[in-house]
């Protein structure tokens, strides 16, 4: 796809942005009152065009990745982003999740990124799933799939290092990793699938947890009703409904206000929604006024050419 980085990059921020307003609002709502284009101030109290930590950590992947993938760098630019407000959009942090918060503090103690994150059942919460795209652009040619899966669990593992939330990045990944390469949505599906089914059973991953994905991986995910969808912070249901947005979409913008419009986590939703409808959809598909106010997008698109640059050799 060309311009994928540009896309899919551009594609989590607008959906961050659009979701940042109305965060925590409930579907019911929503449906009475549903955002159909940039909002401003609402639940953050923040400009037209903001975003949040969706994307400030997306952006601080794709900022170290323009160098070299090297997982301690990725740790400290967190730090800096908690610190010191790096790739906010207004200069300040205003929101993170508690296992980030937790993690990113082990990480200011001195602790390796390899060891920073936390790893229990109750630490599922959609904090690196939402920012884990980039990775995608990175291992697109990767043929081993065994070192794919080991980066993806790397850069989870700083803040989130429970297999659930790992396997869900993975899934992530392998799907924007298709349509990356051009394959149509169903195609890029079926792939995701099998690949993430014999990954798992070669692996010998717990069963139990494996089963947690059965509505993505062995059913058709697009297929079930909107009521069945969750869409608060748990990485299984924001999983569940980017995927249901974007597959049950038929552009950028309808794919993203409808994962905004599911209400509760609605910025993170919009991000992940965004990365793979942006890849999927390109970046002519973003409408122009929604770009026109999207806070830092010089910096933004400046990112994703070195990015571009570094990746695309």
């Given amino acids: 796809m060309e311009n994928a980085i540009k896309s899919g990059i551009f594609g989590v921020c607008i959906g961050d942005a659009l979701g940042v307003p109305v965060e925590f609002k409930t579907r019911e709502l929503l449906k009475s009152f549903p955002v159909e ?3 401003e101030f609402g639940s953050w109290n923040q400009p037209k ?3 949040s930590d969706d994307s400030s950590l997306t952006l601080c992947i794709a900022e170290q990745l323009t160098k070299a993938y090297d997982l301690e760098k990725i740790g400290e630019s967190f ?4 610190k010191y407000g790096h790739w906010t959009a207004h200069g300040r942090l205003f929101d993170i999740g508690g296992t980030t918060r937790h993690s990113i503090a082990r990480l200011i103690k001195g602790e390796s990124a390899r060891f920073s994150g936390n790893i229990f059942e109750e630490d599922n919460g959609n904090g690196s799933l939402m ?3 980039p990775l995608a652009f990175y291992l697109k040619d990767e043929e081993n799939i065994e070192k794919l899966y080991k980066t993806v669990k790397e850069v989870s593992s700083i803040t989130h290092g429970h297999f659930r939330s790992v396997f869900a990045c993975f899934i992530y990944v392998i799907f924007a990793i298709e349509l990356i390469k051009g394959k149509d ?5 079926l792939h995701t699938q099998k690949t993430a ?7 010998g991953f717990n069963s139990k947890e494996i089963q947690l994905f059965d509505r993505v991986l062995k059913n058709d995910i697009s297929k079930y009703d909107e009521d069945t969808i969750s869409s608060g912070g ?3 249901h924001s999983l569940e409904a980017s995927l249901w947005c974007f597959l049950n979409s038929a552009s950028y913008s309808e794919a993203v206000l409808k994962a905004v419009n599911l209400g509760e986590d609605t910025d993170t939703t919009g991000a992940i929604t965004g990365g793979i409808a942006g890849i ?3 970046f002519e598909s973003i409408p122009e006024e929604w770009i026109k106010v999207l806070a830092r997008k010089n910096d933004i698109e400046n990112l994703c050419i070195k990015l571009e640059t570094q990746l695309m050799k």
């Fill in 37 to 39: 284009n940039m909002r």
């Fill in 131 to 133: 920012r884990t795209l």
């Fill in 280 to 282: 999927y959809y390109g």
């Fill in 234 to 236: 748990y990485v299984l």
């Fill in 197 to 203: 089914l014999e990954f798992a059973e070669i692996q």
């Fill in 49 to 51: 065009g903001t975003w």
């Fill in 185 to 189: 949505k169903e195609a890029a599906y």
């Fill in 79 to 82: 730090v800096k982003w908690v």
